[in-house]
């Protein structure tokens, strides 16, 4: 079945403790991206890879970082979570024209 | 700097009425994205607008872009209650993707 995955899906951290949230496609997609939605904003995106080893900053990108060693998994890393990052986070994957989102990870950070 | 405004941002509505969600964007786009959200859920795709005069319908969506107004318009058709969701429009330029705040659909059985 074709899905994008993404673990934890709930995690309650304190500030400053360094997380990662991993997400993964079994699409062979290129294209995968994160973001974040909060009540009243939409989603934002954070970062996004155009393929391995090449990523990109998205609208929000300060306080996260990424990685893209294999095709298949990126992960998005917080090296110092602060309470203003608890939210909702979304990985998706993409094909030449649509998008597909991963079940989500609600992050709370004390 | 590309923008993406949706209007209404809550709609409430009865059944079997037709109404429209707007998308207007800032700038040139290579996409246009619309998603639906049900509470508690992930985004789940819609349709994908490539090009000026672009229509693609699902059922009772209708979905259609305007690239000379910058606007995509989401029609519903004979609402039924099924259809209250999140209703998100993304404007993908560069492939730096930008959402619009959302319209909360609720229909009225």
């Known amino acids: 079945e074709a899905q994008v995955t993404q673990n934890p899906r709930y995690l309650i951290t304190v500030t400053g403790k360094k997380l990662t949230v991993t997400c993964s496609q079994n699409?062979?997609?290129?294209?995968m991206s994160w973001y974040r939605q909060d009540p009243g904003l939409g989603l934002r995106q954070i970062y996004y890879?155009?393929?391995?080893?090449?990523?990109d900053k998205g609208d929000v990108p300060e306080g996260y970082k990424v990685s893209r060693k294999e095709k298949r998994n990126f992960p998005l890393i917080l090296e110092s979570p602060s309470p203003n990052q608890t939210s909702l986070y979304f990985c998706?994957?993409?094909?030449?024209?649509?998008?597909?989102f991963g079940p989500g990870t609600r992050l709370t950070v004390t | 700097e590309l923008k993406v405004e949706q209007n209404p941002l809550f709609l409430s509505m009865q059944e079997g009425k037709n109404y429209t969600i707007y998308c207007n964007y800032s700038t040139t786009s290579d996409r246009l994205y619309w998603y639906r959200q049900d509470p508690g859920k992930s985004l789940e795709s819609l349709f994908v607008?490539?090009?000026?005069?672009a229509v693609k319908q699902e059922g009772r969506l209708m979905a259609s872009l305007d690239t000379k107004a910058r606007l995509s318009t989401l029609h519903i058709t004979a609402a039924v209650h099924d259809l209250s969701a999140t209703y998100f429009c993304a404007v993908d330029r560069d492939d730096k993707i930008i959402f619009g705040k959302g319209t909360r659909l609720h229909i009225l059985p």
């Open positions: 998706a994957s993409r094909d030449l024209d649509v998008q597909y």
């Open positions: 699409m062979n997609h290129e294209y």
């Open positions: 890879s155009m393929n391995v080893e090449v990523t």
């Open positions: 607008l490539l090009s000026n005069g």
